[in-house]
C-alpha cells in the first residue's frame, strides 16, 4: 500500500489525478508583472527603509514578568506617563511576561539612569502584581550597524552562493532564473515590513533566509523534473510543452508541501506571542510568494534563458 502511495506520489497522481492545467498561459502577464513588482519594491525599501529593531539600530531591552497578569496597554500607559518616550512593549510567550525596549544613549551614565527610570516607574506602577527583571539586553548603535552590515551581506552570499551552486548543479539557464526567483520573494517580502513599517531584527533575517531556502527547495524540484523529461521527451515536444508538462507532475507535491508547512506556520502566528509571532508571519508571507514564484517567476525565466542561449548559439 505504502509502494502505491509513493508511486502515485512520484508520479504526480496522489492529490490531483489527469491534470493539464496550463500554467504559463498566464506567464506573458504575471511574469512581467512580477519583474516590475520586485523592482518596485526594491525601490520602495531604499525610499522608506526600515524600522529597525535594537538588534539593528542599538537600544536597551528588558524582559519583564509579573505574577499576575497585566494588560500591555497598563505597562504603555505607565511608561508614557513617566516620560519615557521611544519603547515598545510586547507579550513574550504568556500574559504575564514582556519584552520592553526603549532607545540606548550614547552616553553611558545616561543610559544606566534611563535604565534605572524605567525599571523605578515598573516597581512604582505594579507593585501588586508582582514585578520582576529577567534579563538586560544593551545593543550600542555601532554595534547594531555592524550587525546589520553583516545581515544584508549574509542574503548576498547566500544569493551569490546558490548562483554557483546551481551553476554547477544544472547549467547557465537555471542558475539566473533561480536567484533571481529567490530576489523576488526576498524583496517583496521585505518591502511589506518597509511600507506598513513593522519592526526588522534578527528573527526577521532569518525568516527571509529560511523563505530563500524554502523557495530554493521548491524550484529545484520543478527544475529537476523539467531537465528530467527534457532528457527523455526533449526531441518530441517544445521546451515550453516540457516546462508546463514538468509543472503539472510535480504540483501535488507542491501544493502539499506548502500547504502543510502554512498550516504549522499559521498555527505559529495564531498561538504564540513576541519574536515567534513575527517569525511566523513573515514566514505565511514568504511561502506564499515564494510557491507562486516557482511557477511564475522561476520557469517563465528559465524559457526566456533556453530561447537566448539557443540565439547565441545561431551560426551567423
Known amino acids: 500500500m505504502l509502494d502505491l502511495i509513493g508511486k502515485k506520489y512520484k508520479k504526480g497522481k496522489f492529490?490531483?489525478?489527469?491534470?493539464?492545467?496550463?500554467?504559463?498561459?498566464?506567464?506573458?502577464?504575471?511574469?512581467?508583472?512580477?519583474?516590475?513588482?520586485?523592482?518596485?519594491?526594491?525601490?520602495?525599501?531604499?525610499?522608506?527603509?526600515?524600522?529597525?529593531?535594537?538588534?539593528?539600530?542599538?537600544?536597551?531591552?528588558?524582559?519583564?514578568?509579573?505574577?499576575?497578569?497585566?494588560?500591555?496597554?497598563?505597562?504603555?500607559?505607565?511608561l508614557t506617563t513617566a516620560g519615557i518616550t521611544n519603547s515598545s512593549v510586547q507579550k513574550f510567550g504568556t500574559d504575564k511576561e514582556f519584552l520592553i525596549r526603549v532607545e540606548v544613549s550614547k552616553n553611558e551614565e545616561d543610559n544606566n539612569k534611563k535604565l534605572e527610570d524605567l525599571t523605578n516607574t515598573l516597581k512604582n506602577n505594579f507593585i501588586k502584581e508582582g514585578f520582576e527583571i529577567r534579563k538586560i539586553d544593551s545593543v550600542g548603535p555601532q554595534i547594531g550597524k555592524e550587525l546589520r552590515q553583516n545581515g544584508i551581506l549574509s542574503l548576498i552570499y547566500s544569493l551569490l552562493m546558490i548562483l554557483i551552486y546551481l551553476g554547477l548543479r544544472f547549467d547557465i539557464r537555471y542558475a539566473p532564473s533561480a536567484v533571481f526567483c529567490l530576489f523576488h520573494d526576498a524583496m517583496i517580502t521585505m518591502s511589506l515590513f518597509s511600507i506598513f513599517k513593522l519592526e526588522v531584527n534578527v528573527q526577521t533575517l532569518a525568516a527571509i533566509l529560511a523563505i530563500i531556502g524554502y523557495s530554493l527547495n521548491d524550484t529545484i524540484v520543478t527544475f529537476d523534473r523539467i531537465r528530467e523529461n527534457y532528457q527523455i521527451i526533449g526531441n518530441k515536444k517544445s521546451f515550453y510543452d516540457i516546462c508546463n508538462q514538468s509543472l503539472n507532475e510535480v504540483l501535488s507535491r507542491t501544493l502539499l508541501t506548502s500547504i502543510t508547512t502554512l498550516l504549522a506556520v499559521l498555527t505559529m502566528y495564531i498561538f504564540a506571542d513576541g519574536v515567534i509571532k513575527d517569525f511566523a508571519f513573515t514566514l505565511s508571507i514568504g511561502i506564499v510568494i515564494g510557491t507562486y514564484s516557482s511557477i511564475y517567476v522561476a520557469t517563465p525565466l528559465l524559457i526566456f534563458m533556453n530561447k537566448l542561449q539557443k540565439n547565441i548559439k545561431k551560426p551567423q
Open 15 to 78: 492529490l490531483i489525478r489527469n491534470k493539464q492545467i496550463n500554467f504559463l498561459k498566464l506567464s506573458k502577464f504575471l511574469s512581467p508583472l512580477s519583474v516590475i513588482l520586485s523592482f518596485l519594491a526594491l525601490v520602495s525599501i531604499l525610499l522608506l527603509g526600515f524600522k529597525y529593531g535594537i538588534d539593528f539600530s542599538g537600544g536597551n531591552e528588558l524582559q519583564v514578568r509579573f505574577e499576575k497578569t497585566v494588560p500591555v496597554g497598563d505597562i504603555r500607559q505607565a
